[in-house]
């Protein structure tokens, strides 16, 4: 033991001589603190977007620090603004030490959901705030963040203590396995909160009578939400709101139903709006009533498929409103999703999600009639389509697109399923297997004049006939149609690169290749 503590001495006497030398202790004290700060993102610990996984990282890095040397440790230990994130997961004698450390710094306290537990292992029994060391300082909290509906008879007490600063509120309610609240969280949240910003509601909502509605900037509703008039009450008091996000998967319409009386929901400052509902019958009391400036950059995201023209119409007014006397965004894109089938249709900074129907459903009318309501909201203008991981069912569903105003088609990593496309754009028909064409039939994307390939495996023969198997339509009915073919990171089968590039030319089509592979040629 006694060689041990000579030991110890030496090395904690070499290591001061050490740090002397280092170049940290010949710098002015701000300029260390600005770069500890950066090192620590401290700036951004109040930040109410901040993933609480990377406020949990600060804490480490901040303990990963202080094991460099005598001096940093030191150094970090006498900066009050290195210990402003407190963990309540914190044992209490360490909870203790931070908060003093802490002196007067703005709080962002916070707790953590542990991961599931195994069966038979006892929970956590939180501690009662008056427990905790926090009770006289409550006046300093700016933050507060909790995923953690263990601790949430700990935040009851919040409605004894008096938070004058508080900006943001995150905060996790119980729920059950039939998304049931088992917390009325609202109703023991306290109405003076004078500063407080920004509201996480994860499973609640607040009361629509709260004065702090008022001065809210952002608002996010995490599931369970339902979507109800207490819901519309809150928003028609949030008037200075600037980003709204909820996440709707329920309802509560049954008990009371806006009436035609109800008031629109303004929102001028509104700049950003994320929307996710499931039933999409129940969200036309929802949008109806909201009006929004045409500057925010929203994103509407719903389950299933729209499934009645009244619910097609008021979703493109929703996303795309008429008559505000600004120029519509032009280049829309339409993203046929690889999984689940769903589709995103984006102009400029709005952007709406649906699902496209089961290949066995019948209402495959209000999946076109709804893209073509978007499409005459901006009057028709040139439509991208994009296709990644191609599936059979996703050439069905770009054939319904087929007498859409489409000029362009992107598809990326199609594997076997490059046929299909080709098949849904016109490769091979039903009717005219030969290549033969009736006068006055119409092909199918009449108004495509470019298409794009991405690292795939491509015959020219495909190539060939899906170019040439309608030029004797176009030629004999004075038409256009495809002028460009891009292919960039592909396989390449067939004859000699350039002849078919030649074979295009002939007949009005540019062949582009960029980082292609051909087994005869090699990379290009």
Same mark, same amino acid.
């Given at each position: 033991?006694?060689?041990?503590? /000579? %030991?110890?001495? /030496?090395?904690?006497? /070499?290591?001061?001589?050490?740090?002397?030398?280092?170049?940290?202790?010949?710098?002015?004290?701000?300029?260390?603190?600005?770069?500890?700060?950066?090192?620590?993102?401290? @700036?951004?610990?109040?930040?109410? @977007? $901040?993933?609480?996984?990377?406020?949990?990282?600060?804490?480490?890095?901040?303990?990963?620090?202080?094991?460099?040397?005598?001096?940093?440790?030191?150094?970090?230990?006498?900066?009050?603004?290195?210990?402003?994130?407190?963990?309540?997961?914190?044992?209490?004698? /360490?909870?203790?030490?931070?908060?003093?450390?802490?002196?007067?710094?703005?709080?962002?306290?916070?707790?953590?959901?542990?991961?599931?537990?195994?069966?038979?292992?006892?929970?956590?029994?939180?501690?009662? $705030?008056?427990?905790?060391?926090?009770?006289? $300082?409550?006046?300093?909290?700016?933050?507060?963040?909790?995923?953690?509906?263990?601790?949430?008879?700990?935040?009851?007490? $919040?409605?004894? %203590?008096?938070?004058?600063?508080?900006?943001?509120?995150?905060?996790?309610?119980?729920? @059950?396995?039939?998304?049931?609240? @088992?917390?009325?969280?609202?109703?023991?949240?306290?109405?003076?909160?004078?500063?407080?910003?920004?509201?996480?509601?994860?499973?609640?909502?607040?009361? +629509?009578?709260?004065?702090?509605?008022?001065?809210?900037?952002?608002?996010?509703?995490?599931?369970?939400?339902?979507?109800?008039?207490?819901?519309?009450?809150?928003?028609?008091?949030?008037?200075?709101? +600037? +980003?709204?996000?909820?996440?709707?998967?329920?309802?509560?319409?049954?008990?009371?139903?806006?009436?035609?009386?109800?008031?629109?929901?303004?929102?001028?400052?509104?700049?950003?709006?994320e929307l996710h509902f499931d039933i999409i019958q129940d969200i036309r009391h929802f949008v109806r009533r909201l009006d929004i400036p045409q500057s925010v950059r929203g994103s509407l995201d719903i389950t299933f498929a729209p499934q009645s023209e009244e619910a097609v119409e008021d979703l493109g007014h929703f996303i795309f409103p008429k008559g505000t006397g600004s120029k519509p965004p032009t280049n829309p894109v339409l993203h046929i999703l690889s999984s689940a089938g769903r589709v995103t249709y984006t102009a400029g900074t709005r952007s709406i999600r649906f699902s496209v129907p089961n290949l066995a459903e019948e209402p495959w009318d209000l999946f076109e009639n709804m893209v073509v309501v978007l499409q005459n909201r901006l009057n028709n203008p040139p439509l991208t389509v994009q296709i990644d991981s191609t599936e059979s069912e996703q050439g069905v569903t770009l054939h319904r697109l087929a007498n859409l105003n489409v000029q362009r088609i992107e598809a990326r990593r199609l594997s076997g399923y490059l046929s299909c496309i080709f098949a849904a754009i016109g490769s091979r028909h039903e009717r005219f297997p030969s290549g033969t064409v009736e006068d006055g039939h119409n092909w199918p994307f009449e108004s495509l004049r470019e298409l794009m390939l991405e690292r795939t495996d491509v015959s020219f023969s495909q190539i060939a006939r899906l170019v040439g198997i309608r030029h004797r339509y176009l030629r004999t009915n004075s038409k256009e149609w495809l002028k460009r073919i891009t292919l960039v990171d592909c396989n390449l089968r067939g004859v000699s690169l350039s002849k078919t590039i030649q074979q295009l030319a002939d007949i009005g089509v540019t062949l582009v290749t960029e980082g292609c592979r051909h087994p005869l040629t090699g990379q290009n």
């Amino acid at each position: 033991m006694v060689e041990i503590a /000579i %030991c110890e001495a /030496i090395e904690v006497i /070499i290591r001061r001589r050490r740090n002397k030398r280092l170049a940290h202790g010949r710098l002015p004290a701000d300029i260390i603190h600005y770069v500890f700060s950066l090192a620590l993102d401290l @700036d951004r610990i109040h930040e109410p @977007d $901040l993933p609480l996984e990377v406020l949990e990282d600060h804490r480490k890095q901040l303990f990963g620090m202080r094991c460099v040397s005598a001096e940093w440790n030191e150094f970090l230990v006498s900066g009050p603004r290195y210990w402003h994130a407190v963990n309540l997961r914190t044992p209490p004698d /360490i909870l203790k030490t931070n908060l003093q450390r802490a002196e007067e710094a703005p709080l962002c306290i916070y707790s953590i959901g542990r991961k599931k537990r195994r069966r038979g292992t006892p929970g956590t029994t939180p501690p009662l $705030l008056d427990e905790l060391p926090l009770l006289a $300082l409550m006046g300093q909290v700016r933050t507060i963040r909790s995923n953690d509906s263990e601790f949430l008879p700990l935040w009851k007490g $919040l409605r004894q %203590c008096h938070m004058p600063n508080l900006e943001t509120l995150d905060l996790t309610a119980f729920v @059950d396995r039939r998304d049931f609240l @088992d917390e009325p969280v609202a109703e023991w949240l306290w109405d003076a909160l004078p500063m407080v910003r920004h509201v996480v509601a994860r499973g609640w909502q607040p009361l +629509s009578s709260v004065a702090w509605l008022g001065n809210l900037r952002s608002l996010v509703l995490c599931r369970p939400t339902r979507l109800d008039m207490n819901l519309l009450r809150i928003l028609s008091q949030c008037n200075n709101l +600037s +980003s709204l996000c909820a996440d709707v998967d329920g309802t509560g319409w049954d008990n009371e139903e806006p009436s035609d009386s109800f008031p629109n929901i303004s929102l001028p400052n509104l700049r950003k709006l994320e929307l996710h509902f499931d039933i999409i019958q129940d969200i036309r009391h929802f949008v109806r009533r909201l009006d929004i400036p045409q500057s925010v950059r929203g994103s509407l995201d719903i389950t299933f498929a729209p499934q009645s023209e009244e619910a097609v119409e008021d979703l493109g007014h929703f996303i795309f409103p008429k008559g505000t006397g600004s120029k519509p965004p032009t280049n829309p894109v339409l993203h046929i999703l690889s999984s689940a089938g769903r589709v995103t249709y984006t102009a400029g900074t709005r952007s709406i999600r649906f699902s496209v129907p089961n290949l066995a459903e019948e209402p495959w009318d209000l999946f076109e009639n709804m893209v073509v309501v978007l499409q005459n909201r901006l009057n028709n203008p040139p439509l991208t389509v994009q296709i990644d991981s191609t599936e059979s069912e996703q050439g069905v569903t770009l054939h319904r697109l087929a007498n859409l105003n489409v000029q362009r088609i992107e598809a990326r990593r199609l594997s076997g399923y490059l046929s299909c496309i080709f098949a849904a754009i016109g490769s091979r028909h039903e009717r005219f297997p030969s290549g033969t064409v009736e006068d006055g039939h119409n092909w199918p994307f009449e108004s495509l004049r470019e298409l794009m390939l991405e690292r795939t495996d491509v015959s020219f023969s495909q190539i060939a006939r899906l170019v040439g198997i309608r030029h004797r339509y176009l030629r004999t009915n004075s038409k256009e149609w495809l002028k460009r073919i891009t292919l960039v990171d592909c396989n390449l089968r067939g004859v000699s690169l350039s002849k078919t590039i030649q074979q295009l030319a002939d007949i009005g089509v540019t062949l582009v290749t960029e980082g292609c592979r051909h087994p005869l040629t090699g990379q290009n």
